[in-house]
């Protein structure tokens, strides 16, 4: 290993370590307020979408097989269905626009 990766890995690793221990250290006692705490309460829900929606435009080859499958799986998980079965029929009715954009043309 070269001497600049050590350093650079060195003021990632504490840059990132500062970034979570300083929360911890500023704030001592539990927070009341019910705005940050509601606020708190969805971020990871909301990381977790960020992350996730962008990728599911290019998971497949073409952005129409990927959008019904993006729409099919919301629609299963409003249902209340589990994660296994939202991902399977989202990757099947991705599969079968796939399948059918191939036959059609």
């Given at each position: 290993m070269t001497n600049d990766f050590r350093l650079y890995l060195l003021i990632l690793a504490g840059s990132t370590y500062l970034i979570r221990?300083?929360?911890?250290?500023?704030?001592?006692?539990?927070?009341?307020?019910?705005?940050v705490?509601?606020?708190?309460?969805?971020?990871?829900?909301?990381?977790?979408?960020?992350?996730?929606?962008?990728?599911?435009?290019y998971a497949t080859g073409h952005i129409v097989s990927a959008v019904v499958g993006l729409?099919?799986?919301?629609?299963?998980?409003?249902?209340?269905?589990?994660?296994?079965?939202?991902a399977a029929v989202s990757c099947a009715s991705a599969l079968a626009v796939e399948l059918l954009y191939t036959v059609l043309i």
């Open positions: 221990a300083i929360p911890f250290a500023l704030l001592q006692k539990k927070i009341t307020n019910r705005y705490r509601s606020f708190l309460f969805y971020i990871p829900f909301t990381v977790l979408a960020a992350m996730t929606v962008p990728a599911a435009f729409l099919i799986g919301c629609l299963v998980a409003i249902k209340g269905k589990g994660l296994t079965v939202v």
